[in-house]
Each structure stands twice: as structure tokens, then as C-alpha cells.
């Protein structure tokens, strides 16, 4: 099966496990892009002049912007950290939600409708000590993650 492509918007690049729990989820990050949002201007309309045409992105922005952005139809991924990371002080990956404003008929004549956010968690691939063990020791095994 194909996978589909995704970028990542973000100031860091994306960790191994990162691209990891994207590929279980199905897609293959095609790049990070740093983008400094404003708040006078459209979020979705900042990522088209970024050449980011897919409408499903993986990003870390403040909720405010993710909200606009599921209002415009972007399905977003958002990873989670283990606490592991505020005790070592690294990036560790525990896994990452998908979000998808779903819009569903309220009667069976279609003039009302419900919204909710559809949510799915998909649970990081890679074992929380190895990524802690490859952060704290990049040289010894930073290769492992990447097989």
C-alpha cells in the first residue's frame, strides 16, 4: 500500500520515532517546515503560500490555529511526549492523535447538522527506552531507530 505523504510544521525536525509512528498511520513525511503563524492572517492561507497543499499536516502550533485549521478541513497530527522527556530532557515519543472535523446529518432530511472532532490515537512504535538510550547516546545507537 501506497503511503501517503505529509509534512510536519514544526521548528525541529522530526525524530525518528516520530517518523515512525507517522509511517504506522500511513503516511511518509515529506519534509518539516517552520512557520511562524500570525494571528491577523488566515493559518490555512499561511500554508498554501508555504506550498503546503495537502490538507492533512502534522504540526505543533498553539490550539487556537489548529482549531481554524479543522475548521478549513485539515486533518492534523499532533504527537504526544512521554514525561520521560521533562525528566531526561529529550524528545521521546509516546505516540500521536489525528483530528478530523466530521460533519454528520442531525435529521434524516439533511438541514441540520452535528460537528464533532473525530479522534484516533496510534501509539508510538518504538520502545520509549531505546529512544531515550539513542537521545541520551546518539553516536553509539542513533542508527538503531532508523532501521
Known amino acids: 500500500m501506497k503511503k501517503l505523504k505529509i509534512f510536519f510544521i514544526t521548528r525541529h525536525e522530526a525524530t525518528p520515532a516520530q517518523i515512525a509512528t ?32 495537502s490538507k492533512t499536516i502534522a504540526i505543533v502550533a498553539p490550539s487556537y490555529i ?10 492534523l497530527i499532533e504527537f504526544v511526549n512521554a514525561p520521560e522527556k521533562r525528566e531526561k530532557m529529550v524528545f521521546v515519543c509516546k505516540g500521536a492523535f489525528q483530528y478530523k472535523l466530521k460533519c454528520v446529518p442531525k435529521d434524516y432530511a439533511g438541514n ?36
Not at 24 to 38: A, D, H, P, Q, R
Not at 66 to 75: A, E, I, R, S
Not at 114 to 139: F, G, M, N, R, W
Open 66 to 75: 489548529n482549531m481554524k485549521l479543522l475548521n478549513h478541513g485539515y486533518t
Open 22 to 53: 507517522l509511517q504506522k498511520m500511513g503516511y511518509e513525511l515529506e519534509g518539516t517546515v517552520n512557520i511562524v503563524f500570525s494571528e491577523l492572517k488566515n493559518p490555512a492561507e499561511i500554508l498554501e503560500e508555504n506550498n503546503i497543499g
Open 112 to 147: 441540520e447538522f452535528d460537528a464533532h472532532i473525530d479522534i484516533q490515537y496510534t501509539e508510538c512504535p518504538v520502545d520509549i527506552e531505546k529512544q531515550i538510550e539513542v537521545a541520551l547516546y546518539p553516536s553509539e545507537k542513533g542508527s538503531d531507530l532508523k532501521k
